[in-house]
């Protein structure tokens, strides 16, 4: 007998059929004599539908910020959740299951105070462990807690993920299964290398690049989770039959399993290829080189809110002058040109430059520790294909290249297929 969180994606949920047949999941591991607790996020499009309706609101007379009252702003999107587990909770009922909807304040989920992008603080486990004890499926609303002011918090879009890994720790499962739309993690956006491979198994650092480099699987939050508190987890499809062999399999389920690096035997030197679009560069030309520069360059941009992802410096030949590079989001050089002119004064430089509609592709894998010469074989690659690099970024398990958008796909095709992760 094991303990296992479900955790059900807006896409899995769409409707009352999907509904039932996620509940013919739950069924299958109940019914193999497992304690079982299930995350449900809201039904597909049901969240951004509710995010308009706030936004079609009036705003308050006199309210000078340009954003609406963030707590009922939760009260609204976390309805969505609410919906859901009480769907799913009825769904188990009439198949003879004892399931019970939980909302994020009844376990309760506490949470800090950033309404909109709350994080969880502590989850109180016991009485559901209890009840999974007596045989009842717990039904959770995901994406939600509630906050130091008693009120109900949301925890961010894509939220829900986060809450499935938390309430695994919490309850301390043996799984964490995300069933989504997609039937495991790959090796690069299958849409563009058709060659692609579902990986058996990721180590949870690879993962989180993964994630945040734009493999839209998880939210990001959610894999840093499941690494501090090492929940084994596992990506999967909601799709597939049910009662399909081997789907009860409670060692080696159908999907990709995000774990330990120590538990990955057969390591690859590269595990993926991720990519990331509408990435714009700037470059601040003829910056002074004394200290206190980059604190001037990058202090105001994160007040604003900026998110500064690659910074190249150049050593300055003469110690005198040098030049800045980073790389921000498309949707955010606007602001952040504005906050630099705003500093051009304390930082003292002499131009800046932008170019927009770049893409980062990155090579991930945790084998790089101990393997030479595997950024020379990416350059090599691109190189051979007339690919012109603009900036690059390393860490111990991944290379970042900056390139035109226009060759983003002829770059994740060709690192693919150099680095033998094509499909044979
Ligand atoms: N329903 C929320 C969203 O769409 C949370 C989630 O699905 O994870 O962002
Ligand atoms: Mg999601």
Not at 253 to 269: A, M, R, S, Y
Request: glycine residues 10%; aromatic residues 4%.
């Amino acid at each position: 007998m094991a303990r296992i969180v479900m955790k059900f994606g807006g896409t899995s949920v769409a409707d009352l059929d999907r509904i039932h047949n996620v509940a013919r999941h739950v069924k299958r591991e109940v019914d193999a004599g497992h304690e079982v607790a299930v995350v449900v996020s809201a039904m597909s499009g049901k969240t951004n539908e509710l995010v308009g309706w706030v936004h079609g609101m009036p705003k308050a007379t006199g309210a000078s910020s340009p954003f609406y009252d963030a707590r009922e702003y939760d009260t609204i999107v976390a309805s969505g959740e609410q919906v859901t587990s009480g769907l799913l909770a009825i769904a188990l009922q009439s198949m003879g299951i004892n399931a019970r909807s939980w909302q994020g304040w009844q376990i309760p989920i506490k949470t800090d105070n950033a309404h909109g992008a709350a994080r969880i603080l502590d989850i109180n486990g016991d009485e559901i462990i209890r009840r999974m004890g007596e045989g009842q499926v717990a039904v959770v609303a995901g994406f939600q807690g509630i906050g130091p002011d008693n009120r109900v918090a949301t925890l961010g879009r894509g939220g829900s993920d986060t809450s499935a890994v938390a309430i695994a720790a919490a309850v301390k499962a043996d799984r964490c299964d995300i069933y989504t739309d997609v039937d495991g993690v790959y090796t690069t956006d299958p849409r563009i290398e058709p060659k692609a491979r579902r990986l058996k198994k990721i180590a949870f650092e690879e993962m989180l690049e993964m994630a945040s480099l734009g493999a839209k699987v998880l939210q990001v939050r959610s894999v840093e989770l499941a690494m501090v508190h090492k929940v084994r987890t596992f990506v999967r499809s909601s799709f597939e039959d049910p009662d399909a062999p081997g789907m009860g399999d409670l060692l080696n389920p159908p999907g990709t399993l995000i774990c330990d690096e120590e538990e990955i035997v057969e390591q690859e030197v590269v595990t993926g290829i991720a990519y990331a679009k509408d990435e714009a560069q700037i470059s601040l030309r003829r910056v002074a080189d004394r200290p206190g520069v980059s604190a001037a360059i990058f202090g105001p941009l994160a007040e604003a809110h900026i998110n500064v992802d690659m910074i190249v410096q150049n050593i300055s030949e003469d110690g005198s002058k040098t030049d800045m590079t980073f790389t921000v989001p498309s949707g955010d050089v606007e602001k952040s040109l504005k906050v630099l002119e705003a500093a051009k004064e304390k930082v003292g430089f002499d131009v800046i430059q932008h170019e927009t509609g770049l893409v980062k592709v990155s090579v991930i894998g945790i084998g790089m520790r101990s393997h030479a010469g595997v950024a020379a074989s990416a350059f090599r690659a691109l190189a051979d294909k007339g690919i012109n690099i603009k900036a690059i970024t390393t860490s111990e398990i991944k290379i970042s290249i900056l390139i035109d958008g226009p060759y983003a796909e002829l770059a994740v095709r060709t690192l693919h297929s150099v680095y033998g992760l094509d499909k044979k």
